[in-house]
């Protein structure tokens, strides 16, 4: 079980994120939403380390995360937002970073990490095998950079909007894959994203941030997905009607346009 | 080319420029040395086992040092125009030289004072361009972060330059003038044996210093954040880096002066040739830099012989281009 206890996260003079609590248990995807510059990255960054947190605690099986950089990436694997660089790299030498916590500080992998970043890359990007990434279309990319995060096999997952850029098609399909990862390998995974609708169909629980960083609610898709609630947040008009196949509730904007 | 053939080819490389350094252009024949005539004999020894020697020792360690203090440059930058003489790391090294050499400063365990100060100036070079070359966290932009990055090193080697013009023109001694003049134009003719140890420990020092972050330099491909999720601490791996260079870059700087571009065409030869990781990246580039910076030596002091050039003229004829190619690439 993964759990935040009233975290507190100052930028400067900004607080980006109010005592945000959640607790998210193996096997469960939880989907970060809110409006831009809600904090949702930042959540993500200070889980992984890149933060420092001003106030509360990050417990993972009732214990402090560690403090340790190496120990901590052993823990939680992280795809931030964008693409870093590597675009002269191969998918295989791609996903043999993600092997870096495991590895000696001179760098050889052994049998374990190649058949770490093998697994990884069968289970996401077989068809890219021996591709670079700079040849690749954006959804490609984005797809070739999981075998990364997988192959450091690392019970925490957190993916950083890592559908911002892509068409619906890829959208499903790279969630689709975050899911199906986080039931088989009974990890905890947080998705940040900005696709209710999406984030709907595919998420177990959703976090829903305010604009103060504050959680506006929390728990289930049914308990989020409601239009006060959405209202208030995104500030603008909205209503939920459940989804025609699966029921599942889906937001429809009623902005009304000039004319 | 496989991973080892590289290295392979790089080594043969390697000993056949030395190899052609020690005998091309030579007054006499290294038959000589077993010459009937103890005069031919003495010359010979003279040349061939001592004055040769050292000077190609000296070109095939300043070569490999400059070569791996810019193979770890780029990669901390991610940048591959990132190199010593560039970033005014080399400035700050010949600084460093020439405030021992005005102040007259001491000679410390046999060693000239200039080495250590170089090593001094350098290493602090190196962090000012680093904090003043890195942008916000914000910015996604690497083309304009790359640049932006150059032009520091193009205003601090600029700035370093005129405080070391400032200090020769102050202390008004002509020796230290035409030291100076040395230092700029880059040379391997004042090269010596307790030089050439000074320039072995030192390349040791910054290989191993570098090789052994072979892990965390090759994860900053991905980008800095995803390095620093992978577990890496940037910090740290920063300055080791960035002592490591300024070391390295130094030491070369003492013994032979401003030579640029090699720290900038042997890393990218060896890339080309598939070497990206610092395994292979980090020895190929030393390889690559003392063949490169040994074979430019010789070509300095024959190809127009009487007249010796200084070796950076060659560095640079060759490294310019290169630079320009990557530059309209960036």
Redesign the interface.
Known sequence: MLELRSLSVQLGARRVLQEVSLSVAPGQLCAVLGPNGSGKSTLLRSL???VAPTGGEMLWKGRPLPAD??????LV????Q?????N??TVE??AM??R??H??????PTATDRDAVEAAITRAAPDLRGRKLGQLSGGQRQRALLP?VLA?EAPILLLDEPVSALDVRYQHEILGLARQVTREENLVTLVSLHGLNLAALVADSMLLLDSSGSVAARGSVADVMRAEILERVYEMPMRVSPHPESGIPQAQSLWKFEE | MSRRSLLLFLVVLCIGVAVFSLVWGAPISPLDLNSASPEKREVARAIFLSLRPTRVVAALLVGASLSVAGAGLQTLFRNPLAEPYLLGISAGGALGATVASAFKLPVFLGLDAAVPLAWLGAIASGFLVFALGRSDESSFDSSSRRARLLLVGVALSAFLSALLALIVALAGSADLAQETSFWLLGGLSRAGATQNVVLAISLAFGFLLLRFNARDLDALAAGDEDAMALGVDYTTLQKRVLIAAGILAASSVAVAGLIGFVGLLAPHLVRLAGGRDAKILLPGAALGGAALLCGCDTLAHSAFAPIEVPVGIFTALLGVPLFLTLARKM
Request: hydrophobic share 30%; glycine share 20%.
């Open positions: 992984v380390g890149l950089k190496r120990a901590r990436a052993r694997s992280f795809l931030p964008g693409f870093g660089g590597g002269e790299m030498e791609m970073l993600g870096t916590p590895l000696p500080p001179y760098g050889t990364r450091t």
